[in-house]
């Protein structure tokens, strides 16, 4: 995703030399574009300016609408009217209709934490989850039956361009309301020739297409700058060139968003000319009656400065305690180059460039460390470097530069188990400011990775991986590892074999990190095209082929096998809780992937993992490991106020609708006895009260019978302690 302040001055440069009347389209989705774009002024929009032609700003003031007091208080209202003959069923809404104020005043400081990469990790997820609240309050009330969630907004089925035709100008659009009173105006007040709708296709940037084309009939209305990481138009040009009913709106799609294909789309049609003369183009033809796909052009110049993404700055110089977002610095290294493997068969990453590297061209790697020194001048001291997999030589090429230019930088790449190095080499990385390495394990399984094409299995070993991660580890370098579940023929001992591994590394080397991906079957990869080959009993499009816009489609295995969603779906919930975020509540409404995902896509890991940004709070419990203090929002707060109104008592009866709740996620048939609920009762009373005797509670709580766990238990505790931690901070 491109910066804010690039696209700007991109569409303002276009419509200048061309002078063609333009609009621009940009979607509107989770809060920052999924946080990838954590900005404060971004917030701050009170309205569209309808003196501009760019929608570019539509989901900044979309989240700035939510955010207010004025929309969550008539939420709240709506909220309390449901509950006011019958009780309450969720404790968190307990919770906001007790305090209602207090729930308003933390929404309202979330999003200078978000934006402060400073933030520590269980304060960012403090705020994911009370946002996750917030959104589950819009669900239920004002947006009922839609779905809004902080990662991506409404929660939509857009891989049918028939249901975008059906339901975009509809109020089935929950963006529609939105859309009517903000973004529509705009495309009223400035005529325009063209259109380009920016970044995938969406519910919303399609709807605006539909108004564009509603307003004026001639526009021509372009997609462009579709490719993402995981995502691209370019990889289903055999469905695009179906899907009539797409075309219906739109005019054409650039495929390819390196070249200057913008410019030539603008040039052909400001000269009357044929969209056959330009290339990387897939358009209908008027003439033909047809879909038409031109030429993809022989070669393309990579620039690597106009791939790094710049983040406005969000916080005053002056301000103390803060990581400006504007620090961080993220791109491709090496944009004109693709992954030196290519051979994965789950992975579609590469499909989306439709040549061969020998077609790319780029800067030399003396202009892009004068690229970055200027940066470092400028500020920005963090950097984020997403190449699929960089090579052991370019890595030292690149630290030996850096060293040499003694600029202080830190940065983050991605690489392979099968690069060549040795401690020297990872000392010298370590030197130049790397910090997080993201090497891709998938499986610790031999079969299964032979079955997914992951390495040359011929030199490939377990001891190879761990001597890797030792020697990085030891220079200081924090190596994360993603894994993949549910991969055709894997099963429980598969995956009990990797996380055996990841166990094992996490206690030897305490900066090593991993997350849990579900096995998406991506079109372009060849679990797709040869699905017999894998096992793969179906494979379906979530769509008829006519209609298809995604990447991803539906695929499944006999549901005795482990690889069952429902099942993969609980592996990948309690292995990341378990290893990487014990202090997360049990009962939290963020899943652990979800969470995982977001600190990615705020660039927080490479903040985590290098800089005690701020330090966490601790305690020690006898018999127990330290147990660092999770501030799990306002929430238990305002519960206890309303649970303790007599003699600071709380009673036996709280306890079925708190306590008891939680214990049940570990049991769903477990019923706490009256012992297990009168030392509940203590416990709650204790910690009200200040006092911390955790280990003596949870024994007391456990003792004599085998049903609670222990660790189990301290979960749900960490929940309360937060009771503690919220007096001192007030």
């Given amino acids: 995703m491109k910066q804010l302040i690039k696209q700007v001055r991109q569409e303002y440069t276009f419509s200048e030399v061309m002078r063609i009347k333009e609009l621009h389209f940009h979607a509107i989705q989770g809060l920052f574009r999924e946080f990838f774009e954590p900005s404060l002024k971004e917030l701050k929009i009170k309205s569209l300016d309808l003196n501009t032609n760019s929608l570019i700003h539509a989901n900044g003031l979309f989240w700035n609408k939510l955010l207010s007091r004025k929309k969550i208080r008539s939420a709240i209202e709506l909220l309390a009217d449901k509950y006011k003959d019958i009780p309450c069923d969720k404790i968190y809404y307990a919770a906001i209709l007790e305090k209602p104020d207090l729930f308003i005043k933390f929404i309202e400081s979330i999003p200078e934490k978000i934006a402060n990469h400073a933030t520590d990790e269980q304060s960012f997820f403090n705020c994911i989850e009370t946002l996750s609240i917030l959104c589950k309050l819009y669900s239920d009330t004002l947006f009922s039956p839609h779905e809004l ?104 799609i650039i495929l390819v968003d390196y070249a200057d294909t913008e410019q030539a789309v603008k040039n052909a049609l400001s000269n009357e000319e044929s969209l056959k003369t330009v290339n990387n183009l897939l358009y209908f033809d008027n003439i033909e009656g047809c879909i038409v796909q031109t030429e993809y052009a022989k070669s393309f110049y990579m620039s690597f400065e106009e791939n790094l993404e710049i983040r406005p700055s969000s916080f005053p110089e002056d301000r103390t305690g803060v990581i400006d977002p504007s620090e961080l610095v993220s791109g491709k290294l090496f944009p004109e180059k693709i992954c030196p493997w290519r051979k994965c068969t789950f992975c579609g990453i590469n499909k989306k460039y439709p040549f061969s590297e020998g077609c790319l061209q780029g800067d030399p790697l003396d202009h892009k460390i004068d690229v970055i020194e200027n940066l470092v001048h ?49 000392h010298l990385l370590a030197q130049s400011g790397l910090r997080e390495i993201r090497i891709g394990l998938e499986s610790a399984s031999y079969d299964v990775l032979k079955a997914m094409n992951k390495y040359d299995m011929n030199s490939y070993s377990l001891e190879q991986i761990s001597d890797v991660i030792a020697m990085l580890s030891e220079a200081g370098i924090s190596v994360h590892c993603p894994t993949i579940i549910g991969f055709p023929g894997s099963n429980k001992e598969h995956i009990e074999e990797t996380f055996n591994f990841i166990s094992s590394q996490m206690e030897k080397h305490p900066n090593f990190s991993f997350n849990v991906n579900i096995l998406q079957l991506d079109v372009a990869s060849e679990l797709f095209h040869s699905p017999e080959k894998f096992g793969l009993s179906s494979v379906a499009l979530p769509t008829d082929p006519k209609y298809f816009l995604g990447n991803i489609v539906f695929h499944s ?94 009673s036996v009866k709280c306890i079925d609708s708190i306590v008891g709740t939680w214990y049940n996620f570990s049991s769903p048939t477990l019923e706490l006895s009256t012992k297990h609920k009168a030392l509940a009762c203590k416990v709650l009373g204790k910690f009200h009260n200040g006092t911390r005797l955790v280990s003596e509670v949870v024994q007391e709580l456990c003792s004599g019978d085998s049903s609670l766990s222990e660790k189990v238990i301290m979960a749900n505790i960490n929940q309360l302690i937060c009771l503690s931690f919220l007096k001192e901070e007030s």
């Fill in 149 to 252: 969630t902080v990662q991506d907004g409404f929660f939509i089925d857009e891989t049918s361009s028939l249901t975008l035709l059906k339901t975009g100008l509809t109020k089935e659009n929950p963006y529609f309301d939105f859309l009517v009173s903000e973004c529509f105006p705009v495309i009223a007040a400035n005529p325009a020739e063209i259109a380009w709708i920016h970044g995938p296709i969406r519910i919303s940037t399609f709807a605006m297409a539909m108004k564009a084309k509603e307003l004026y009939p001639e526009i021509k209305i372009f997609v462009t700058r579709h490719s993402s990481e995981y995502y691209s138009l370019n990889k289903i040009t055999d469905f695009l060139k179906l899907n009539t009913t797409l075309f219906s709106v739109i005019d054409g």
């Fill in 378 to 426: 400028q500020g920005k001291k963090y950097f984020w470097f997403y190449d699929e997999a960089l090579t052991a030589d370019e890595l030292i090429e690149f630290s030996k530069k850096i060293i040499a230019r003694r600029l202080e930088i830190i940065y983050h790449v991605r690489t392979r188990f099968d690069i060549v190095c040795d401690r020297n080499t990872c």
């Fill in 557 to 650: 295995i006999d549901e005795s096998n482990t690889n069952h969603t429902n099942y993969l779906l609980y592996v990948q919930r309690e292995i990341m809780r378990e290893f990487l975020y014990p202090w997360m509540p049990i009962s939290a409404l963020t899943p652990p992937h979800i969470f995982y995902r977001l600190v990615e896509s705020a660039r927080n890991t490479l903040f985590y993992r290098s800089i005690s940004a701020s330090k966490k709070r601790e305690f020690k419990t006898n018999g127990f490991k330290k147990l660092t203090l999770s501030p799990y929002a306002f929430l238990f707060e305002s519960v206890f106020l309303s649970c303790s109104k007599k003699n600071g008592k709380i």
